[in-house]
């Protein structure tokens, strides 16, 4: 059973860059997640991590989501420096971890669509795969809301296609959280991520941003290959998600270099 969150507990100042931190802006940053029976995830997470689960209509879940957006103005959060554009979609299942009871989430990797790749891969051995990533998007200022949504990654290790709507009437709905606020904290603050390296070492990353200012959207369409291929979540289970949530743009802090744990 989750017990209530409140954003007055998560929210705290930024802490202060340094080195080699970087910050950049998310572009039509959406988070779409499924809600899964907790042993599709077998063999996926160490045993330091647990499901953060939910129960819904009696059963019991685990939540994985799928983050696309375009990085803009990714750059140093200290020094001046280029500015990178770049597609990019994040695979995250949420989860606990019992060292420290801080709610997280296991990262299973990202495509990116850049020729800068090859640093957080051969640096630091992070699971990030090369995509060749392109929206086309449209968002109404006026009335706050996305006319149309399209993402397409084609790719040998996750490719994806998408399609999102937004009607002005929609309500976020979060079944198995004791109230929305509790439910938004879970899926859009988690600031602390884990996964395995590359190398098959733990690797940790910790990122910063303020509260998210999502709005609720609607699947038009969706394939994930990636969730096809681990057997996570089918091509049909893909067409109706727990949740899809949107934001036109935010602002993230990326604290690095990540983190080995022995």
């Given at each position: 059973m989750q017990a209530p969150q409140l954003f007055?507990?998560?929210?705290?100042?930024?802490?202060?860059?340094?080195?080699?931190?970087?910050?950049?802006?998310?572009?039509?940053?959406?988070?779409?997640?499924?809600?899964?029976?907790?042993?599709?995830?077998?063999?996926?997470?160490?045993?330091?991590?647990?499901?953060?689960t939910v129960v819904i209509d009696g059963q019991e879940k685990g939540l994985l989501s799928v983050v696309p957006f375009v990085d803009i103005d990714f750059t140093s959060a200290v020094y001046p420096f280029p500015k990178f554009t770049m597609g990019q979609t994040n695979y995250r299942i949420y989860v606990i971890d019992t060292l420290t009871g801080e709610k997280c989430v296991w990262f299973l990797g990202t495509t990116l669509d850049s020729w800068a790749l090859f640093v957080p891969r051969l640096l630091w051995h992070l699971p990030w795969y090369s995509g060749d990533v392109s929206f086309d998007c449209?968002?109404?200022?006026?009335?706050?809301?996305?006319?149309?949504?399209?993402?397409?990654?084609?790719?040998?290790?996750?490719?994806?296609?998408?399609?999102?709507?937004?009607?002005?009437?929609?309500?976020?709905?979060?079944?198995?959280?004791?109230?929305?606020?509790?439910?938004?904290?879970?899926?859009?603050?988690?600031?602390?991520?884990?996964?395995?390296?590359?190398?098959?070492?733990l690797g940790s990353y910790r990122v910063w941003h303020q509260r998210l200012n999502v709005k609720p959207g609607r699947l038009g369409y969706a394939c994930f290959g990636l969730l096809t291929r681990l057997g996570l979540v089918t091509e049909a289970e893909q067409q109706t998600p727990y949740s899809v949530l949107m934001e036109p743009l935010n602002e993230f802090t990326v604290y690095l270099p990540p983190r080995t744990i022995d």
């Open positions: 007055r507990d998560f929210l705290h100042p930024r802490p202060q860059p340094a080195g080699i931190d970087v910050i950049c802006s998310l572009q039509h940053f959406s988070i779409i997640t499924y809600a899964i029976t907790p042993n599709r995830f077998e063999g996926l997470i160490p045993e330091r991590f647990k499901l953060d449209e968002y109404n200022h006026q009335q706050a809301r996305y006319l149309k949504y399209r993402m397409e990654t084609r790719a040998e290790w996750a490719p994806a296609r998408l399609e999102l709507t937004q009607d002005v009437d929609d309500v976020i709905s979060l079944p198995g959280f004791p109230d929305l606020e509790s439910g938004m904290v879970y899926l859009t603050h988690p600031l602390t991520g884990f996964y395995y390296r590359r190398d098959g070492k």
